[in-house]
């Protein structure tokens, strides 16, 4: 990735995506890494573990648009992973989930196209396909957000990147899993075969590459993740720490689904496959057909030997077990 004298922001800076990220961006000619977040304490955390002058941090929240303006100013590219991501929460409090996701996304594209700034990533997710919960749905309205401003505006650049569950990343499934399995506590599990895609962090940050180098302004990019069911993934992590298997299952809520989905039916009749990436056009290029099927999570099931070399080249997991 050539970040040569660039500028760059992440917002969200202090989340596992945007902590792996900046470690990542440290090891190349950036000129300025600014992590934009509104958790003071994990602020302090990472000033903490990351000693390094190109680091600067902005404490603010992407609501409110001056402490956002101060720190979009002078930047070239823009990381937007900041968001309001857990679903149980968001189902209780959904117009905070709006405020962020949605609003906050609209803040942060006034602002970049009012400081011309070159290029925005924009981290979406599976969930905001085909969406049946407030998370999900504030993360689908974001996308038709950035859609809709790229129709109108032809600067800044502004790419959207779509997976599943990053292994191991804070407050997902696996983490749940490993403190349960070491604490001996019983592991609740929703519904029968629910199954979910997975990839690594090192993947995650790949994705976010190439969208940055080869995406094209209103495109969505999506890493070709592969799934696991959630009995699956607890049963070779009780294996893997030598550990009793212990689990209920309940039925799915209703704000869960049974299956995620990356890419409809839909999106797949304009979409262009390369070897690891989905890419979605802009549906006003005057683009031809192409007749790719959706992507679902069952479609996709590793098998045990894939999901355990997945599971092992991940950095977050290994710190984590």
Known sequence: ?????????????????????????????????????????????????????????????????????????????????????????????????I?????????????????HIEKIIFLSTDKAVEPINVMGTTKALMEKVILSKAKHYAKPEMVIVRYGNVLASRGSVIPMMVDALKTGRKMILNGQNTSRFFMTIQESIQLV????????HGEIWIHKAQATTLKSLYTFLARKLNKSIAFEERILPTNEKEHEILMTTQEGAFAIEENNYFIIPKLDSHVKPTGLKAYTSIDHLMSEESLKNLLEKDALLNGLL
């Open 1 to 97: 990735m050539n970040l040569l004298g660039k500028k760059i922001l992440i917002t969200g800076g202090t989340g596992s995506f945007g902590e792996a990220f900046l470690r990542h961006c440290l090891q190349t000619d950036v000129k300025e890494i600014r992590i934009f977040s509104r958790d003071e304490k994990k602020q302090h955390d990472l000033r903490k573990k990351i000693s390094d002058k190109r680091v600067r941090y902005f404490l603010g929240d992407i609501r409110d648009s001056q402490s956002l303006f101060d720190a979009v100013y002078g930047v070239h590219y823009i990381f937007h992973a900041a968001a309001y991501k857990h679903v149980v929460y968001m189902e209780e409090f959904p117009i905070e989930a």
């Open 99 to 115: 405020k962020t996701n949605v609003i906050g996304t609209e803040n942060l594209i006034q602002i970049a196209i009012q400081l």
């Open 209 to 216: 590459e190439e969208a940055l180098q080869r995406g094209k």
